[in-house]
Protein backbone atom coordinates (compact mmCIF):
# COMPACT_ATOMS: atom_id res chain seq x y z
CA UNK A 1 0.00 0.00 0.00
CA UNK A 2 2.75 2.51 -0.71
CA UNK A 3 1.23 4.47 -3.10
CA UNK A 4 -1.33 5.33 -0.66
CA UNK A 5 0.61 6.13 2.11
CA UNK A 6 2.76 7.76 -0.28
CA UNK A 7 0.37 10.21 -1.72
CA UNK A 8 -2.59 10.54 0.56
CA UNK A 9 -2.34 10.03 4.88
CA UNK A 10 -5.77 8.73 5.49
CA UNK A 11 -7.08 7.96 8.60
CA UNK A 12 -9.55 5.17 7.92
CA UNK A 13 -11.72 3.74 10.11
CA UNK A 14 -12.52 0.19 10.94
CA UNK A 15 -15.44 -0.47 8.76
CA UNK A 16 -13.60 1.13 5.95
CA UNK A 17 -10.38 -0.22 6.81
CA UNK A 18 -11.77 -3.85 6.34
CA UNK A 19 -13.93 -2.80 2.94
CA UNK A 20 -10.48 -1.75 1.43
CA UNK A 21 -8.87 -4.71 2.20
CA UNK A 22 -11.61 -6.79 0.84
CA UNK A 23 -11.34 -4.35 -2.17
CA UNK A 24 -7.99 -4.66 -2.72
CA UNK A 25 -8.09 -8.48 -2.11
CA UNK A 26 -10.53 -9.30 -4.88
CA UNK A 27 -8.85 -6.98 -7.53
CA UNK A 28 -5.62 -9.16 -6.51
CA UNK A 29 -6.96 -12.37 -6.66
CA UNK A 30 -8.32 -11.17 -10.40
CA UNK A 31 -4.95 -9.93 -11.58
CA UNK A 32 -3.25 -13.02 -9.76
CA UNK A 33 -0.33 -10.20 -9.03
CA UNK A 34 0.93 -11.30 -5.77
CA UNK A 35 3.15 -14.56 -6.96
CA UNK A 36 4.73 -12.36 -9.81
CA UNK A 37 6.56 -9.68 -7.26
CA UNK A 38 9.86 -9.44 -7.45
CA UNK A 39 12.93 -8.31 -5.32
CA UNK A 40 16.88 -7.43 -6.68
CA UNK A 41 18.52 -10.19 -6.78
CA UNK A 42 15.75 -12.85 -7.12
CA UNK A 43 16.59 -15.57 -9.13
CA UNK A 44 12.78 -15.29 -11.92
CA UNK A 45 11.86 -18.72 -12.45
CA UNK A 46 11.99 -19.53 -16.18
CA UNK A 47 12.06 -23.09 -18.25
CA UNK A 48 15.36 -23.30 -19.37
CA UNK A 49 14.96 -25.51 -21.73
CA UNK A 50 12.84 -22.97 -23.80
CA UNK A 51 14.98 -20.21 -25.12
CA UNK A 52 14.01 -17.27 -23.29
CA UNK A 53 15.23 -13.87 -24.34
CA UNK A 54 16.20 -11.73 -21.06
CA UNK A 55 14.79 -8.05 -21.17
CA UNK A 56 14.69 -4.83 -19.07
CA UNK A 57 15.85 -5.24 -15.44
CA UNK A 58 17.20 -9.25 -15.58
CA UNK A 59 20.77 -9.77 -15.58
CA UNK A 60 22.63 -13.31 -15.80
CA UNK A 61 24.34 -14.93 -12.86
CA UNK A 62 25.68 -18.64 -13.00
CA UNK A 63 23.39 -19.55 -15.23
CA UNK A 64 20.52 -17.87 -13.22
CA UNK A 65 17.85 -14.94 -14.52
CA UNK A 66 18.34 -12.65 -11.77
CA UNK A 67 16.09 -9.50 -11.36
CA UNK A 68 17.75 -5.85 -11.21
CA UNK A 69 15.16 -4.15 -10.39
CA UNK A 70 11.91 -4.55 -7.93
CA UNK A 71 9.02 -4.37 -9.32
CA UNK A 72 6.41 -7.25 -11.46
CA UNK A 73 7.69 -9.77 -13.49
CA UNK A 74 6.31 -9.84 -16.82
CA UNK A 75 6.45 -12.44 -19.59
CA UNK A 76 5.49 -11.65 -23.45
CA UNK A 77 6.15 -15.20 -25.61
CA UNK A 78 9.96 -15.78 -24.91
CA UNK A 79 10.93 -12.01 -23.10
CA UNK A 80 10.93 -12.05 -19.59
CA UNK A 81 11.58 -8.55 -17.72
CA UNK A 82 10.76 -6.45 -14.56
CA UNK A 83 8.77 -4.07 -14.81
CA UNK A 84 9.68 -1.63 -11.86
CA UNK A 85 6.64 0.37 -10.29
CA UNK A 86 8.53 3.58 -9.30
CA UNK A 87 10.85 4.04 -12.06
CA UNK A 88 11.04 6.69 -14.17
CA UNK A 89 9.13 7.41 -17.75
CA UNK A 90 10.69 5.41 -20.53
CA UNK A 91 9.66 7.21 -23.45
CA UNK A 92 9.12 5.82 -26.94
CA UNK A 93 8.56 7.45 -30.30
CA UNK A 94 5.04 9.01 -30.94
CA UNK A 95 4.60 8.98 -27.24
CA UNK A 96 3.01 12.19 -26.20
CA UNK A 97 3.96 13.83 -23.48
CA UNK A 98 3.48 16.84 -21.38
CA UNK A 99 6.43 18.53 -19.33
CA UNK A 100 7.80 21.56 -17.82
CA UNK A 101 10.08 23.98 -19.48
CA UNK A 102 13.32 24.27 -17.52
CA UNK A 103 15.89 26.15 -19.75
CA UNK A 104 15.80 28.45 -23.02
CA UNK A 105 19.17 27.55 -24.64
CA UNK A 106 20.32 28.23 -28.09
CA UNK A 107 18.10 26.83 -30.49
CA UNK A 108 16.04 24.74 -28.22
CA UNK A 109 14.27 24.18 -25.12
CA UNK A 110 14.81 21.68 -22.54
CA UNK A 111 11.99 20.51 -20.81
CA UNK A 112 11.54 18.36 -17.89
CA UNK A 113 9.62 14.82 -18.77
CA UNK A 114 10.22 12.44 -15.48
CA UNK A 115 13.21 10.46 -18.26
CA UNK A 116 16.10 10.09 -16.98
CA UNK A 117 17.06 12.68 -19.17
CA UNK A 118 16.01 16.54 -20.26
CA UNK A 119 14.21 16.21 -22.84
CA UNK A 120 14.89 18.83 -26.04
CA UNK A 121 12.34 20.63 -28.18
CA UNK A 122 14.09 22.33 -31.41
CA UNK A 123 13.00 25.77 -32.40
CA UNK A 124 13.19 23.89 -35.68
CA UNK A 125 10.97 21.09 -34.64
CA UNK A 126 7.75 23.26 -34.00
CA UNK A 127 5.30 25.02 -35.80
CA UNK A 128 5.62 28.94 -35.10
CA UNK A 129 2.63 31.00 -34.12
CA UNK A 130 2.36 32.60 -37.19
CA UNK A 131 1.55 28.95 -38.82
CA UNK A 132 3.87 29.84 -41.63
CA UNK A 133 6.31 26.82 -43.06
CA UNK A 134 10.09 28.81 -43.34
CA UNK A 135 13.51 28.63 -42.19
CA UNK A 136 14.04 29.68 -38.90
CA UNK A 137 16.49 32.70 -38.76
CA UNK A 138 18.18 34.70 -35.73
CA UNK A 139 15.05 36.77 -35.19
CA UNK A 140 13.07 33.48 -34.27
CA UNK A 141 15.76 32.80 -32.27
CA UNK A 142 15.84 36.07 -30.60
CA UNK A 143 11.87 35.83 -29.95
CA UNK A 144 11.88 32.65 -28.47
CA UNK A 145 11.21 33.62 -25.06
CA UNK A 146 7.81 35.12 -26.81
CA UNK A 147 6.42 31.54 -27.79
CA UNK A 148 7.68 29.02 -24.23
CA UNK A 149 9.46 30.94 -21.29
CA UNK A 150 10.81 29.03 -18.47
CA UNK A 151 7.96 26.89 -15.89
CA UNK A 152 5.91 26.74 -18.91
CA UNK A 153 3.90 23.50 -19.22
CA UNK A 154 3.94 22.44 -22.54
CA UNK A 155 2.57 19.11 -24.73
CA UNK A 156 4.47 17.97 -27.44
CA UNK A 157 5.58 14.32 -29.00
CA UNK A 158 8.76 11.96 -28.78
CA UNK A 159 10.06 12.32 -31.73
CA UNK A 160 13.06 10.17 -31.86
CA UNK A 161 16.23 9.54 -30.01
CA UNK A 162 19.83 11.25 -31.09
CA UNK A 163 23.33 8.94 -31.45
CA UNK A 164 24.07 10.07 -28.18
CA UNK A 165 20.81 8.78 -26.52
CA UNK A 166 19.37 12.37 -25.82
CA UNK A 167 15.49 13.04 -26.40
CA UNK A 168 14.14 15.15 -29.08
CA UNK A 169 10.46 16.03 -29.49
CA UNK A 170 8.28 17.86 -31.99
CA UNK A 171 5.22 20.10 -31.61
CA UNK A 172 4.19 19.86 -35.25
CA UNK A 173 0.94 20.35 -34.92
CA UNK A 174 -2.09 22.57 -33.68
CA UNK A 175 -3.08 20.65 -30.72
CA UNK A 176 0.24 20.70 -29.28
CA UNK A 177 2.16 23.59 -27.48
CA UNK A 178 1.79 25.87 -24.13
CA UNK A 179 -0.91 24.97 -21.87
CA UNK A 180 -2.20 27.58 -19.72
CA UNK A 181 -5.37 27.85 -17.49
CA UNK A 182 -5.47 24.29 -15.96
CA UNK A 183 -3.26 21.94 -13.38
CA UNK A 184 -0.66 19.64 -13.98
CA UNK A 185 -0.48 16.30 -12.23
CA UNK A 186 1.97 14.07 -11.84
CA UNK A 187 1.46 10.27 -11.54
CA UNK A 188 3.91 7.01 -11.51
CA UNK A 189 4.50 6.97 -15.72
CA UNK A 190 3.19 3.37 -15.74
CA UNK A 191 -0.61 4.09 -14.91
CA UNK A 192 -1.31 6.12 -18.20
CA UNK A 193 -1.46 3.08 -20.74
CA UNK A 194 -0.15 4.07 -24.38
CA UNK A 195 -3.39 4.41 -26.39
CA UNK A 196 -4.74 5.94 -29.85
CA UNK A 197 -6.36 9.26 -27.99
CA UNK A 198 -4.23 10.77 -25.21
CA UNK A 199 -6.14 14.41 -25.93
CA UNK A 200 -9.43 14.32 -24.15
CA UNK A 201 -12.28 17.06 -24.25
CA UNK A 202 -14.87 16.56 -21.44
CA UNK A 203 -17.40 18.14 -22.99
CA UNK A 204 -20.34 18.00 -19.80
CA UNK A 205 -17.70 20.05 -17.76
CA UNK A 206 -15.43 22.31 -20.70
CA UNK A 207 -12.59 20.75 -19.45
CA UNK A 208 -9.61 19.34 -21.45
CA UNK A 209 -7.80 16.23 -20.33
CA UNK A 210 -4.38 15.39 -21.72
CA UNK A 211 -2.88 12.40 -20.03
CA UNK A 212 0.74 12.31 -21.18
CA UNK A 213 2.22 8.97 -21.39
CA UNK A 214 4.90 10.15 -19.19
CA UNK A 215 2.92 10.54 -16.27
CA UNK A 216 2.41 14.17 -16.59
CA UNK A 217 -1.49 15.10 -16.75
CA UNK A 218 -3.07 18.05 -17.66
CA UNK A 219 -6.54 19.43 -16.13
CA UNK A 220 -7.18 22.63 -17.92
CA UNK A 221 -10.13 24.64 -19.68
CA UNK A 222 -10.87 23.95 -22.71
CA UNK A 223 -8.96 25.76 -25.22
CA UNK A 224 -10.92 25.28 -29.19
CA UNK A 225 -8.27 24.25 -31.52
CA UNK A 226 -9.39 25.81 -34.22
CA UNK A 227 -10.30 28.94 -32.68
CA UNK A 228 -6.71 29.98 -31.57
CA UNK A 229 -5.07 31.72 -34.13
CA UNK A 230 -8.45 33.46 -34.73
CA UNK A 231 -8.58 34.71 -30.68
CA UNK A 232 -4.71 35.48 -31.74
CA UNK A 233 -5.69 37.33 -34.39
CA UNK A 234 -8.37 39.01 -32.22
CA UNK A 235 -6.21 40.08 -29.49
CA UNK A 236 -4.02 41.68 -31.37
CA UNK A 237 -6.46 43.79 -33.01
CA UNK A 238 -7.85 44.46 -29.80
CA UNK A 239 -4.72 45.73 -28.28
CA UNK A 240 -3.82 47.74 -30.88
CA UNK A 241 -7.70 49.02 -30.06
CA UNK A 242 -6.89 49.31 -26.73
CA UNK A 243 -4.38 52.09 -27.41
CA UNK A 244 -6.22 53.88 -29.14
CA UNK A 245 -9.77 54.12 -27.06
CA UNK A 246 -11.13 54.16 -23.82
CA UNK A 247 -10.17 51.92 -20.77
CA UNK A 248 -13.53 50.06 -20.69
CA UNK A 249 -12.59 47.96 -23.32
CA UNK A 250 -9.56 46.63 -21.45
CA UNK A 251 -11.53 45.94 -18.42
CA UNK A 252 -13.54 43.59 -20.48
CA UNK A 253 -10.73 42.23 -22.27
CA UNK A 254 -9.23 41.11 -18.89
CA UNK A 255 -12.92 39.80 -18.06
CA UNK A 256 -12.68 37.48 -20.46
CA UNK A 257 -9.57 35.99 -19.67
CA UNK A 258 -10.46 35.25 -16.56
CA UNK A 259 -11.55 31.83 -16.04
CA UNK A 260 -15.30 31.01 -14.83
CA UNK A 261 -15.33 29.90 -11.36
CA UNK A 262 -17.38 27.00 -12.64
CA UNK A 263 -14.81 25.81 -14.84
CA UNK A 264 -12.56 25.97 -11.98
CA UNK A 265 -14.75 23.78 -10.02
CA UNK A 266 -14.63 20.82 -12.61
CA UNK A 267 -10.92 21.10 -12.80
CA UNK A 268 -10.19 20.64 -9.60
CA UNK A 269 -13.10 17.86 -9.54
CA UNK A 270 -11.61 16.39 -12.45
CA UNK A 271 -7.55 16.60 -11.03
CA UNK A 272 -9.35 15.12 -7.79
CA UNK A 273 -10.60 11.61 -9.61
CA UNK A 274 -7.14 11.35 -10.68
CA UNK A 275 -5.33 12.05 -7.94
CA UNK A 276 -7.68 9.37 -5.84
CA UNK A 277 -7.55 7.34 -9.10
CA UNK A 278 -3.69 7.31 -8.76
CA UNK A 279 -3.03 6.81 -5.04
CA UNK A 280 -5.19 3.50 -5.61
CA UNK A 281 -2.57 2.48 -8.08
CA UNK A 282 -5.61 1.86 -11.41
CA UNK A 283 -4.60 2.61 -14.63
CA UNK A 284 -6.06 5.79 -15.89
CA UNK A 285 -7.90 5.84 -18.88
CA UNK A 286 -10.75 8.44 -19.79
CA UNK A 287 -13.30 6.46 -18.96
CA UNK A 288 -12.24 5.26 -15.40
CA UNK A 289 -11.51 9.07 -14.84
CA UNK A 290 -15.04 10.46 -16.03
CA UNK A 291 -16.77 7.30 -14.09
CA UNK A 292 -14.40 8.44 -10.96
CA UNK A 293 -16.32 12.16 -11.92
CA UNK A 294 -19.46 11.36 -12.27
CA UNK A 295 -19.72 9.15 -9.37
CA UNK A 296 -18.50 11.98 -6.96
CA UNK A 297 -21.05 14.23 -8.22
CA UNK A 298 -23.84 11.73 -7.82
CA UNK A 299 -22.73 10.97 -4.39
CA UNK A 300 -23.19 14.44 -3.63
CA UNK A 301 -18.91 14.33 -2.68
CA UNK A 302 -17.45 17.77 -1.86
CA UNK A 303 -14.38 17.97 -4.31
CA UNK A 304 -12.22 18.44 -1.03
CA UNK A 305 -13.95 15.02 -0.27
CA UNK A 306 -12.69 13.25 -3.08
CA UNK A 307 -9.35 12.90 -1.29
CA UNK A 308 -10.86 11.77 1.83
CA UNK A 309 -11.19 8.20 3.28
CA UNK A 310 -14.46 7.41 2.34
CA UNK A 311 -14.34 8.20 -1.29
CA UNK A 312 -11.38 6.62 -1.58
CA UNK A 313 -12.94 3.40 -0.49
CA UNK A 314 -15.82 3.81 -2.35
CA UNK A 315 -13.53 4.11 -5.71
CA UNK A 316 -11.69 0.65 -4.67
CA UNK A 317 -14.92 -1.02 -4.42
CA UNK A 318 -16.13 0.86 -7.69
CA UNK A 319 -13.29 -0.76 -9.66
CA UNK A 320 -14.14 -4.44 -8.31
CA UNK A 321 -17.42 -4.25 -9.82
CA UNK A 322 -16.61 -2.80 -12.94
CA UNK A 323 -13.70 -5.81 -12.95
CA UNK A 324 -16.16 -7.99 -12.30
CA UNK A 325 -18.46 -7.03 -14.78
CA UNK A 326 -15.96 -7.05 -17.46
CA UNK A 327 -15.00 -10.58 -16.87
CA UNK A 328 -18.54 -11.29 -17.02
CA UNK A 329 -19.48 -9.93 -20.47
CA UNK A 330 -15.99 -11.15 -21.30
CA UNK A 331 -16.84 -15.17 -20.11
CA UNK B 1 30.47 26.60 41.79
CA UNK B 2 34.47 26.30 43.57
CA UNK B 3 34.58 28.76 46.36
CA UNK B 4 38.02 29.11 45.94
CA UNK B 5 38.85 30.65 42.38
CA UNK B 6 42.72 30.37 42.39
CA UNK B 7 42.65 27.27 41.39
CA UNK B 8 40.43 25.13 39.45
CA UNK B 9 40.48 21.47 37.69
CA UNK B 10 38.23 20.48 34.95
CA UNK B 11 36.69 18.11 36.66
CA UNK B 12 33.80 17.12 34.43
CA UNK B 13 36.15 16.26 31.55
CA UNK B 14 38.42 14.05 34.25
CA UNK B 15 35.25 12.36 35.58
CA UNK B 16 34.00 10.97 32.36
CA UNK B 17 37.09 9.67 31.48
CA UNK B 18 37.37 7.69 35.16
CA UNK B 19 33.61 6.85 33.83
CA UNK B 20 35.07 5.68 30.73
CA UNK B 21 38.02 3.99 32.18
CA UNK B 22 35.79 2.48 34.67
CA UNK B 23 33.77 0.72 31.76
CA UNK B 24 36.80 -0.31 30.04
CA UNK B 25 37.51 -2.62 32.65
CA UNK B 26 34.40 -3.93 32.78
CA UNK B 27 34.64 -4.78 28.75
CA UNK B 28 38.09 -6.36 29.66
CA UNK B 29 35.78 -9.30 31.32
CA UNK B 30 34.80 -12.36 29.35
CA UNK B 31 31.44 -11.94 31.05
CA UNK B 32 28.84 -8.81 31.04
CA UNK B 33 26.16 -7.77 30.19
CA UNK B 34 25.60 -5.09 27.22
CA UNK B 35 23.84 -1.50 28.28
CA UNK B 36 20.66 -2.82 26.31
CA UNK B 37 20.50 -6.06 27.25
CA UNK B 38 21.61 -7.86 24.24
CA UNK B 39 24.17 -10.34 24.42
CA UNK B 40 27.33 -10.39 21.98
CA UNK B 41 26.27 -11.56 19.01
CA UNK B 42 22.82 -10.31 18.92
CA UNK B 43 22.44 -7.35 16.58
CA UNK B 44 19.92 -4.33 17.54
CA UNK B 45 16.22 -4.96 15.84
CA UNK B 46 15.96 -3.22 12.85
CA UNK B 47 12.99 -1.45 11.36
CA UNK B 48 12.87 -0.60 8.00
CA UNK B 49 10.09 1.21 5.60
CA UNK B 50 10.66 2.48 1.88
CA UNK B 51 9.03 5.77 1.00
CA UNK B 52 9.90 7.98 4.06
CA UNK B 53 10.05 10.81 1.36
CA UNK B 54 7.29 11.53 -1.06
CA UNK B 55 9.50 14.13 -3.05
CA UNK B 56 12.11 11.49 -3.46
CA UNK B 57 11.82 8.85 -6.53
CA UNK B 58 12.99 6.72 -3.85
CA UNK B 59 13.24 7.05 0.11
CA UNK B 60 13.70 4.86 2.83
CA UNK B 61 13.61 4.77 6.81
CA UNK B 62 15.73 2.54 8.95
CA UNK B 63 15.46 2.46 12.35
CA UNK B 64 18.18 -0.05 14.55
CA UNK B 65 17.62 0.74 18.23
CA UNK B 66 18.50 4.41 18.33
CA UNK B 67 19.85 5.09 15.15
CA UNK B 68 17.18 6.18 13.21
CA UNK B 69 18.10 7.27 9.47
CA UNK B 70 16.12 8.27 6.19
CA UNK B 71 17.48 8.53 3.17
CA UNK B 72 16.07 9.96 -0.06
CA UNK B 73 17.58 9.35 -4.28
CA UNK B 74 16.94 11.64 -6.65
CA UNK B 75 17.04 10.45 -10.19
CA UNK B 76 18.99 9.60 -12.44
CA UNK B 77 18.52 12.79 -13.64
CA UNK B 78 20.55 14.73 -16.05
CA UNK B 79 24.11 15.80 -15.02
CA UNK B 80 25.48 19.06 -14.45
CA UNK B 81 26.26 21.04 -17.79
CA UNK B 82 30.20 21.25 -16.40
CA UNK B 83 30.53 17.68 -16.11
CA UNK B 84 32.25 16.18 -19.08
CA UNK B 85 30.18 13.34 -20.54
CA UNK B 86 30.62 9.77 -19.77
CA UNK B 87 29.01 7.17 -20.59
CA UNK B 88 28.25 5.30 -16.97
CA UNK B 89 26.26 6.95 -14.44
CA UNK B 90 27.97 9.17 -11.80
CA UNK B 91 26.82 8.34 -8.02
CA UNK B 92 26.88 11.15 -5.67
CA UNK B 93 26.28 10.36 -1.99
CA UNK B 94 25.94 13.00 0.88
CA UNK B 95 25.49 12.33 4.76
CA UNK B 96 24.43 14.89 7.21
CA UNK B 97 23.18 14.90 10.44
CA UNK B 98 20.34 16.58 12.00
CA UNK B 99 21.84 18.98 14.87
CA UNK B 100 20.15 16.74 17.60
CA UNK B 101 21.27 13.44 16.30
CA UNK B 102 23.16 13.38 18.99
CA UNK B 103 22.75 13.94 22.97
CA UNK B 104 25.37 17.45 23.26
CA UNK B 105 23.50 19.28 20.84
CA UNK B 106 25.33 20.25 17.32
CA UNK B 107 28.37 17.51 18.26
CA UNK B 108 28.22 15.99 15.00
CA UNK B 109 29.94 17.04 12.33
CA UNK B 110 32.89 14.89 12.58
CA UNK B 111 31.74 12.63 9.51
CA UNK B 112 33.24 14.05 6.60
CA UNK B 113 34.21 10.60 5.44
CA UNK B 114 30.83 8.90 5.82
CA UNK B 115 29.67 10.64 2.28
CA UNK B 116 33.01 9.29 0.33
CA UNK B 117 32.30 6.08 2.12
CA UNK B 118 28.97 5.70 1.47
CA UNK B 119 30.00 6.64 -2.25
CA UNK B 120 32.06 3.45 -2.26
CA UNK B 121 29.80 0.99 -0.58
CA UNK B 122 27.34 1.77 -2.95
CA UNK B 123 28.75 2.00 -6.79
CA UNK B 124 29.64 -1.30 -6.85
CA UNK B 125 26.14 -2.50 -6.77
CA UNK B 126 24.69 -0.01 -9.24
CA UNK B 127 24.62 -1.22 -12.84
CA UNK B 128 25.89 2.41 -13.77
CA UNK B 129 26.03 1.37 -17.24
CA UNK B 130 22.14 1.64 -17.85
CA UNK B 131 22.36 5.70 -17.20
CA UNK B 132 24.70 7.21 -19.23
CA UNK B 133 25.03 10.86 -18.90
CA UNK B 134 23.02 10.72 -15.69
CA UNK B 135 23.68 11.79 -12.20
CA UNK B 136 22.10 9.65 -9.39
CA UNK B 137 22.20 11.30 -6.05
CA UNK B 138 21.67 10.00 -1.96
CA UNK B 139 20.81 11.96 0.57
CA UNK B 140 21.39 10.54 4.06
CA UNK B 141 20.11 12.34 6.76
CA UNK B 142 21.42 10.72 10.11
CA UNK B 143 17.79 11.68 12.47
CA UNK B 144 19.60 9.86 15.82
CA UNK B 145 22.76 8.85 16.64
CA UNK B 146 23.02 6.11 18.20
CA UNK B 147 26.23 3.83 17.09
CA UNK B 148 26.92 1.96 13.90
CA UNK B 149 25.61 5.23 11.77
CA UNK B 150 27.57 4.29 8.72
CA UNK B 151 25.97 0.05 8.32
CA UNK B 152 22.66 1.80 9.09
CA UNK B 153 23.16 4.86 6.32
CA UNK B 154 24.71 1.74 3.78
CA UNK B 155 22.20 -0.39 4.50
CA UNK B 156 19.23 2.27 4.26
CA UNK B 157 20.12 3.72 1.35
CA UNK B 158 20.70 0.59 -0.75
CA UNK B 159 16.90 0.17 0.45
CA UNK B 160 16.03 3.50 -1.17
CA UNK B 161 17.77 2.95 -4.53
CA UNK B 162 15.53 -0.37 -4.73
CA UNK B 163 12.81 1.82 -4.05
CA UNK B 164 13.56 4.21 -7.03
CA UNK B 165 13.48 1.39 -9.30
CA UNK B 166 17.84 1.66 -9.78
CA UNK B 167 19.29 -1.19 -11.83
CA UNK B 168 21.67 -3.26 -8.97
CA UNK B 169 23.29 -6.59 -9.04
CA UNK B 170 22.18 -6.90 -5.24
CA UNK B 171 20.59 -5.23 -2.25
CA UNK B 172 23.93 -4.14 -0.32
CA UNK B 173 23.37 -4.45 3.84
CA UNK B 174 26.26 -3.71 6.15
CA UNK B 175 26.82 -4.54 9.29
CA UNK B 176 29.71 -3.38 11.73
CA UNK B 177 31.51 -5.40 14.93
CA UNK B 178 33.60 -3.89 17.66
CA UNK B 179 36.62 -5.17 19.40
CA UNK B 180 37.21 -4.80 23.25
CA UNK B 181 40.11 -7.14 24.50
CA UNK B 182 39.05 -10.55 23.91
CA UNK B 183 35.61 -9.90 22.88
CA UNK B 184 33.85 -9.39 20.13
CA UNK B 185 30.56 -7.63 20.38
CA UNK B 186 28.55 -7.04 17.23
CA UNK B 187 26.08 -3.92 16.14
CA UNK B 188 27.69 -1.58 18.72
CA UNK B 189 25.64 1.12 20.10
CA UNK B 190 27.78 4.49 20.50
CA UNK B 191 28.72 4.05 24.34
CA UNK B 192 30.59 0.84 23.23
CA UNK B 193 32.18 2.89 20.44
CA UNK B 194 33.37 5.38 22.78
CA UNK B 195 35.80 2.92 24.32
CA UNK B 196 36.49 0.36 21.77
CA UNK B 197 39.69 -1.23 21.11
CA UNK B 198 38.96 -1.81 17.22
CA UNK B 199 35.95 -1.66 14.63
CA UNK B 200 35.54 -3.74 11.63
CA UNK B 201 32.72 -2.77 9.10
CA UNK B 202 31.50 -5.03 6.21
CA UNK B 203 29.52 -4.39 3.29
CA UNK B 204 28.33 -6.88 1.25
CA UNK B 205 25.94 -8.12 -1.76
CA UNK B 206 24.56 -11.13 0.11
CA UNK B 207 22.64 -13.33 -2.83
CA UNK B 208 26.13 -12.40 -4.95
CA UNK B 209 28.56 -13.19 -2.12
CA UNK B 210 31.02 -10.34 -2.81
CA UNK B 211 32.08 -7.68 -0.42
CA UNK B 212 32.06 -4.30 -1.80
CA UNK B 213 33.52 -2.77 1.54
CA UNK B 214 35.63 -3.62 4.40
CA UNK B 215 36.66 -0.93 7.28
CA UNK B 216 39.24 -2.07 9.73
CA UNK B 217 40.60 0.28 12.75
CA UNK B 218 41.98 -0.01 15.54
CA UNK B 219 43.77 -3.61 17.19
CA UNK B 220 43.39 -6.97 15.59
CA UNK B 221 44.98 -10.06 15.75
CA UNK B 222 43.95 -11.93 12.14
CA UNK B 223 42.41 -14.96 14.26
CA UNK B 224 39.67 -12.36 15.78
CA UNK B 225 39.33 -10.54 12.21
CA UNK B 226 38.16 -14.04 10.62
CA UNK B 227 36.09 -14.63 13.44
CA UNK B 228 34.39 -10.85 13.22
CA UNK B 229 34.46 -11.07 9.63
CA UNK B 230 32.40 -14.41 9.54
CA UNK B 231 30.00 -12.88 12.09
CA UNK B 232 29.60 -9.88 9.77
CA UNK B 233 29.00 -11.88 6.93
CA UNK B 234 26.41 -13.89 9.02
CA UNK B 235 24.84 -10.88 10.06
CA UNK B 236 24.70 -9.04 6.62
CA UNK B 237 22.93 -12.17 5.01
CA UNK B 238 20.14 -12.17 7.83
CA UNK B 239 19.64 -8.23 7.68
CA UNK B 240 19.47 -8.64 3.99
CA UNK B 241 16.07 -11.22 4.24
CA UNK B 242 14.90 -8.34 6.45
CA UNK B 243 15.67 -5.78 3.77
CA UNK B 244 13.69 -8.12 1.14
CA UNK B 245 10.55 -8.96 2.72
CA UNK B 246 10.18 -4.67 3.57
CA UNK B 247 10.72 -4.67 -0.31
CA UNK B 248 8.15 -7.25 -0.93
CA UNK B 249 5.79 -5.45 1.44
CA UNK B 250 6.35 -2.48 -0.19
CA UNK B 251 5.52 -3.82 -3.82
CA UNK B 252 2.36 -5.86 -3.07
CA UNK B 253 0.52 -2.37 -3.06
CA UNK B 254 -2.80 -2.23 -5.63
CA UNK B 255 -1.74 -1.87 -8.69
Same mark, same amino acid.
Given at each position: MTTMQRELRLSLNQTQRVRLQSALQQLEEMTSLASAITVVADTIPVNHEDSILKGHGTSDLNGEVVATLCGVVERVNKLVYVRAQRARYKPEVGDIIVGRVIEVAPKRWRLEINFSQDAVLMLSSMNLPDGLQRRRTAVDELNMRSIFVENDVICAEVRGFQHDGSLHLQARSQKYGKLERGMLLTVPAYLVKRRKQHFHHLENYGVDLILGSNGFIWVGEHVDMNGENHILADQVSREDMADKSCVGQVTQEVHERITPLEIRTHICRVANSVRVLSALGFNLTVEVIVDTVEASISLNTDIKDILAAEFYVQTAEREVQRRVSLSRKKG | MATNPSTYSPSQSSERKQLQQQRRRLFQETDWTRFDGRGFQQCRPAFLKTGAASAASGSAFAAFGATKVIVSVFGPRESKKAMLYSSTGRLNCNVSYTA? +?? +????? +? +????EYSSMLHKALEGAIILETFPKTTVDVFALVVESGGGDLPVIITCASLALADAGIMMYDLVSSVSVSCFGRNIVIDPTSEEEACQDGNLMITCMPARNEVTQVTLTGEWSTAKINEAMELCLDACSKLAEIMRSCLKEAASAPS
Open positions: - | F +ST +SIRGQ +S +SDHK
